[in-house]
């Protein structure tokens, strides 16, 4: 079956540096996927969509690759504030039958030290 | 712009009572309606899925059930709650590939 993981460990950094969390994946391969944050006691929220045929993607101080290789995503926050903490989660493409569906990592929980 | 609503906030049931958790989405028509569970540490499960009105589709075997009864309201309900349906519940709905969620309910069953 599927498997999607991300690093459960929280993960901290001092602000302005650059956070790297990471998603991987097992037995799928996913026509996109997907970055989402989730403040404490609060829905997702979209950030970022990657395609397989795309190697990176930008958004202001966000950046996300996606390598169908190595099965992985990795999700940059450069310049980081304290305002970036939050738990990040990824999600891959499970679209059957023409319907979108989703499969979601468990979130990495982000601190930024001020 | 389109937004989606959630009620209640919270919401605190003994066991074996009935459930009804509410959704509606504003701004646009005829979307694909989603409900999730998120327990204290594990990702988002994809309970109920709906394309249509009336038309849904379970992804896990449970103790709960979903209705359409109008095309921007979609609505979980169990007749009999179990400590094990305590969790916090997302619905949200997709315009294309991206999903949207709503605010969540925090349900705890005591």
């Known amino acids: 079956s599927q498997k999607i993981e991300q690093n459960s460990e929280a993960l901290n950094i001092q602000e302005g540096k650059t956070a790297t969390l990471t998603c991987n994946y097992t037995n799928y391969s996913p026509a996109y996927l997907q970055w989402y944050r989730q403040d404490p006691g609060r829905g997702p929220v979209f950030l970022l969509l990657?395609?397989?045929?795309?190697k990176e993607k930008r958004k202001e101080r966000l950046k996300v690759t996606f390598d169908t290789t190595l099965k992985q995503s990795l999700f940059h926050i450069t310049a980081s504030q304290p305002a970036d903490s939050a738990t990040y989660l990824c999600a891959l493409d499970h679209t059957t039958s023409g319907t979108y569906k989703y499969i979601f990592g468990t979130g990495t929980r982000l601190k930024v030290l001020a | 712009s389109q937004t989606i609503h959630q009620w209640p906030a919270t919401l605190v049931q003994p066991v074996g009572s009935p459930l009804s958790l509410e959704c509606t989405v504003e701004?646009?028509?005829?979307?694909?309606l989603y409900w999730y569970r998120q327990a204290a540490g594990r990702g988002l499960q994809l309970l109920f899925y709906s394309v249509g009105i009336g038309q849904i589709s379970s992804e896990v075997p449970q103790n709960l059930s979903a209705s359409r009864p109008q095309d921007r309201q979609f609505i979980l309900s169990s007749k009999k709650l179990l400590l094990s349906d305590s969790g916090f519940y997302l619905c949200a709905f997709s315009l294309g590939e991206t999903q949207y969620f709503g605010p969540g309910t925090r349900l705890l069953v005591l």
């Open positions: 990657i395609r397989e045929n795309e």
């Open positions: 701004g646009t028509s005829n979307p694909n």
